[in-house]
């Protein structure tokens, strides 16, 4: 295959990632039934199985192992763990309490937020139209926050923390579905005595709720695993450049469903915090190419 068609076939596999992440407050609509913390437990025990299995079929057992015989890589991954458990449950919160909006602006957020760990914590140097972004998004959020007399929480902890995960995975040497699987692992002990427990008490979902709920929550692995394979295969056929300015489907789709699906308020406070933003990312963009 030549080197067209495997950028074709790497732009076809980014767009169904980002898109897949930016319609997956979908699945998490239909089960909002269900409590968050319940829902993000579901989706650590149901996701180790799942990844193994998509290891044996296209990943690298080679590379799992290397990182389990090392103390430092599990250590970071046990952070990052944290980290990503961190970020699913805010994003799931936030979804199911009706601030979809709130977690588009998060991850809009989360690029100029890399820009700035990159600078404090791996000495990159910002240029001059980097800077300009970074602080014309900080503009719109503190317009925001302002406008509401609140901090916009969850698009902060949204971004940061997904910012923070990153940062952390360029330290270790193991793949997306390697070190999914090995964070996935080392929550599920925790994640699957908290479903137990609600299991002995009858409070939990998974068996009351009906055996609609059960198959969605059963679900939540696929919806955290299926769009990583497309992310990894797009990675490794896309320049940098394109991937990064694919990843802002997610967040445009998920803001269009909040507005025009489910009705939430897009005042002119969010107009003018979008637009900082908007244009911050419009700037970046331009200056990474």
């Known amino acids: 295959m030549d080197d067209r068609s495997e950028t074709r076939r790497g732009l076809l596999l980014a767009l169904l990632a980002y898109g897949f992440w930016g319609l997956v407050p979908l699945y998490f609509k239909a089960v909002r039934s269900v409590p968050p913390l319940e829902i993000l437990a579901h989706r650590v025990v149901w996701s180790v199985p799942l990844v193994a299995v998509l290891i044996s079929l296209f990943g690298n057992w080679g590379q799992v192992r290397a990182a389990l015989r090392s103390r430092r890589t599990i250590l970071t991954l046990a952070l990052s763990a ?23 602006l998060g991850y809009y957020i989360n690029p100029l937020v890399n820009v700035v760990l990159g600078m404090v914590f791996l000495r990159e140097r910002l240029t001059r139209l980097q800077t300009v972004s970074v602080l014309l998004a900080a503009a719109g959020t503190l317009h925001l926050a302002l406008s509401y007399g609140v901090v916009q929480w969850i698009s902060l902890v949204v971004a940061f923390t997904f910012a923070f995960y990153g940062l952390l995975r360029k330290t270790v040497r193991v793949d997306s579905m390697g070190g ?33 709920i059960a198959a969605l929550l059963v679900l939540a692995g696929v919806v955290t695993s299926v769009p990583l394979i497309w992310f990894a295969s797009a990675a490794r056929k896309l320049p940098y450049s394109v991937l990064g300015l694919c990843q802002y489907l997610s967040p445009s789709l998920a803001f269009v469903l909040a507005v025009f699906l489910y009705g939430e308020r897009f005042t002119r406070a969010h107009a003018v915090a979008f637009g900082c933003i908007w244009s911050a990312l419009a700037i970046f963009s331009v200056d990474m190419w």
Do not use: Q
Not at 185 to 198: M, R, S
């Open 180 to 212: 999914l699987l090995i964070e996935t692992a080392l929550l599920a002990p925790l994640a699957l005595g908290f479903l137990l427990v609600l299991g002995a008490r009858g409070t939990g979902a998974f068996g009351t709720a009906g055996l609609g």
């Open 82 to 104: 944290t980290l990503v458990a961190t970020n699913w449950f805010t994003f799931i919160f936030g979804v199911t309490h009706d601030r979809i909006l709130e977690t588009s």
